[in-house]
């Protein structure tokens, strides 16, 4: 079966860390960028970060750039997301997501697959 | 950045309406835009990609247009399914999303 599964979230002090971790499965992993795309409580969705397919290249948003960090094992057909610096706006349901078009002429694409998200709480 | 900004925030309507949901962005994006349906509690499902191509198993009620910095999801007979909320994303550059436009129960 195709499919994302999140984890790793979950109640954090203000400054803290997490580390979100996503497994995927019924595909072939290394032929896809990644991403991690977060919805705060009750607001719209945000792109956070994606990773290319073999790791070497990463893309965050301004709001996470410095404090988080994408990776992947193309081996265990994991994402990961190091999560440092936390902040009450870092607050949401976090999805992994996986690019639909493996093309890489171009850098960026839509999301066909998503995880169920795993939601991370900063309590300041 | 893009700026990806999406019309009505909210839009009420009754089963069987045709509903038009806009989707603007701050600098042309040629076709490169995807939409997708989020319900509560659910994690968003693609509908279209390339501004008008349908997702493999999407009803054929759903359709895009547009090319540049303008876009539209249609629905052409709004079924009890289908209220939820409603989001844009371009991927021209980097990836950005709309606000959202919640369709609700008129």
């Known amino acids: 079966e195709v499919q994302l599964l999140e984890s790793g979230g979950g109640l954090v002090q203000s400054g803290g860390s997490l580390r979100l971790s996503c497994a995927a499965s019924g595909f072939t992993f290394s032929d896809y960028v990644m991403s991690w795309i977060r919805q705060a409580p009750g607001k719209g969705l945000e792109w956070v970060s994606s990773i290319r397919h073999t790791g070497g290249v990463t893309y965050y948003a301004d709001s996470v750039k410095g404090r988080f960090t994408i990776s992947r094992d193309n081996v265990k057909h994991t994402l990961n997301l190091q999560m440092s610096s936390l902040r009450a706006e870092d607050t949401g349901i976090y999805y992994c997501?996986?690019?639909?078009?493996?093309?890489?002429?171009?850098?960026?694409?839509?999301?066909?697959?998503w995880g169920r998200g795993t939601l991370v709480t900063v309590s300041s | 950045d893009i700026q990806m900004t999406q019309s009505p925030s909210t839009l009420s309507a009754s089963v069987g309406d045709r509903v038009t949901i806009t989707c603007r962005a701050s600098q042309s994006i040629s076709r490169w835009l995807a939409w997708y349906q989020q319900k509560p509690g659910k994690a968003p499902d693609l509908l279209i990609y390339e501004a008008s191509t349908l997702e493999s198993g999407v009803p054929s009620r759903f359709s895009g247009s547009g090319s540049g910095t303008e876009f539209t999801l249609t629905i052409s007979s709004l079924q009890p399914d289908d209220f939820a909320t409603y989001y844009c994303?371009?991927?021209?550059?980097?990836?950005?999303f709309g606000q959202g436009t919640k369709v609700e129960i008129k």
């Open positions: 997501a996986k690019d639909g078009d493996s093309g890489t002429w171009k850098s960026s694409w839509y999301f066909d697959l």
């Open positions: 994303q371009q991927y021209n550059n980097i990836r950005g």
